[in-house]
């Protein structure tokens, strides 16, 4: 079965870090760029960031609200990707999706609050 | 930063055809993806590359380019196609990004 699973989500203080994890199976998760997707409670879709293959040097680009804060990596010996955030602040709060464009995990909840 | 605009709400009644507008000004250069996304429910592919439908997509749905606009068109709209719509796409800096998203109601 084609399928992502995000894992990692929880409850953080603001300035603290978490670090979500992606698992992929079902496709060739190596040759995938693979991308991460928040959303907030009642908002619209926004793009965190993505990291490319092995082939484009596992080039990474994030989004202007992230930068200097969050790191994609990827482990494609695990198939696996991951999203590492620091410094989390109240407005990070969301549901975190990792996608490949067309396959979409079910989210996981990360909620930054004191 | 690049922006991508569609309209907040589009209504139509079931059978009639509703189209879901996309503005942004690298359009032209670049793909153009759609995405359905149901209360609940995490966001599914509907569209991709502009014009190219994913398999198990109806066939109601599809996308055209023109210029600085992108279109999601779903002929003969049923009440199951109500949900929120998002357009995605790319700068020229390789930042992507989606549109604000478009509720779209069937009754």
């Known amino acids: 079965e084609v399928q992502l699973v995000e894992s990692g989500g929880d409850l953080v203080q603001p300035g603290g870090s978490l670090k979500l994890s992606c698992a992929a199976s079902?496709?060739?998760?190596?040759?995938?760029?693979m991308h991460w997707v928040r959303q907030a409670s009642g908002k619209g879709l926004e793009w965190v960031g993505r990291i490319r293959s092995e082939a484009y040097s596992y080039a990474t680009v994030y989004a202007a609200s992230v930068k200097g804060r969050f790191t994609i990596s990827r482990d494609d010996s695990k198939n696996t990707a991951y999203l590492q955030m620091n410094s989390l602040k109240t407005e990070d709060t969301a549901v975190y999706y990792c996608?490949?464009?067309?396959?979409w995990g079910q989210g996981t909840m990360v909620t930054v609050s004191s | 930063s690049y922006e991508l605009t569609q309209p907040p709400s589009v209504s139509v009644s079931p059978g009639q055809t509703a189209r879901i507008t996309c503005s942004g000004d690298a359009l032209p250069k670049k793909y153009a993806y759609w995405y359905q996304q149901k209360s609940g429910q995490a966001p599914v592919l509907v569209i991709y590359e502009d014009s190219k439908r994913p398999s198990g997509i109806p066939e109601r749905f599809s996308g055209s380019t023109s210029g600085t606009m992108a279109t999601l068109t779903i002929s003969g709209a049923q009440v199951e196609d109500e949900a929120d719509y998002y357009c995605?796409?790319?700068?020229?800096?390789?930042?992507?990004?989606f549109g604000g998203g478009t509720k779209l109601t069937v009754l």
């Open positions: 079902g496709f060739t998760f190596s040759g995938s760029a």
């Open positions: 995605f796409s790319t700068d020229s800096t390789a930042i992507e990004v």
């Open positions: 996608t490949s464009v067309d396959i």
